[in-house]
T-cell receptor, first 115, second 109 residues
Framework: SQTIHQWPATLVQPVGSPLSLECTVE??????LYWYRQAAGRGLQLLFY??????ISSEVPQNLSASRPQDRQFILSSKKLLLSDSGFYLC??????????????FGPGTRLLVL | RKEVEQDPGPFNVPEGATVAFNCTYS??????FFWYRQDCRKEPKLLMS???SGNEDGRFTAQLNRASQYISLLIRDSKLSDSATYLC??????????FGAGTILRVKS
């Protein structure tokens, strides 16, 4: 069966510091991968998605970036964190071969607090 | 106008009650529909897909009305463990999902 891992689970960082969050998927090949952010009391906002190694699409302008160095690895980064980057960051995967009924499965998330 | 709109609640119901959540979506070309459940400080988890003919999974029934662009979730015989936030999710095109902000359910003993 497929599993998705994220780390760290919780992170407290000062404003202006760099960020690197990692997500890995097991048990599937060539998945579609996604990064979402959920601000407190708000819905999920899609930040990036990737359909393959080195292929990244950005959904919203921001000071974050994403990379996919390996098939089942997805990394979210920032050079300088802002207070507004605080939130719950969720990685998700879906099958690349899925049809219209295919949905996404989430990792446990990273809770980021920027002070 | 939000792409997917839900009543944020909270819905406070006693154990054993029947409760219904509604959701509307703005894009008439939306292809697929889902309900997710999110427990406090946890990731969202797929509860069920929603089919045009309506579908049931135990105590949960989902309905879709494409003409009105309306989705519903009915929970019968509510349990304490049903307390969570329920997210209405729509696939508009490709692999992109659009999430509602969620409806909070609190089941009390």
């Amino acid at each position: 069966s497929q599993t998705i891992h994220q780390w760290p689970a919780t992170l407290v960082q000062p404003v202006g510091s760099p960020l690197s969050l990692e997500c890995t998927v097991e048990g599937t090949s060539n998945p579609n991968l996604y990064w979402y952010r959920q601000a407190a009391g708000r819905g999920l906002q899609l930040l990036f998605y990737s359909v393959g190694i080195g292929q990244i699409s950005s959904e919203v302008p921001q000071n974050l970036s994403a990379s996919r160095p390996q098939d089942r690895q997805f990394i979210l980064s920032s050079k300088k964190l802002l207070l507004s980057d605080s939130g719950f960051y969720l990685c998700a995967w879906s099958s690349a071969s899925g049809g219209a009924g295919e949905t996404q499965y989430f990792g446990p998330g990273t809770r980021l607090l920027v002070l | 106008r939000k792409e997917v709109e839900q009543d944020p609640g909270p819905f406070n119901v006693p154990e054993g009650a029947t409760v219904a959540f509604n959701c509307t979506y703005s894009n008439s070309a939306s292809q697929s529909f889902f309900w997710y459940r999110q427990d406090c400080r946890k990731e969202p988890k797929l509860l069920m897909s929603v089919y045009s003919s309506g579908n049931e999974d135990g105590r949960f029934t989902a309905q879709l009305n494409r003409a009105s662009q309306y989705i519903s979730l009915l929970i019968r015989d509510s349990k304490l463990s049903d307390s969570a936030t329920y997210l209405c999710v729509v696939r508009e095109y490709g692999n992109k999902l659009v999430f509602g902000a969620g409806t909070i359910l609190r089941v009390k003993s």
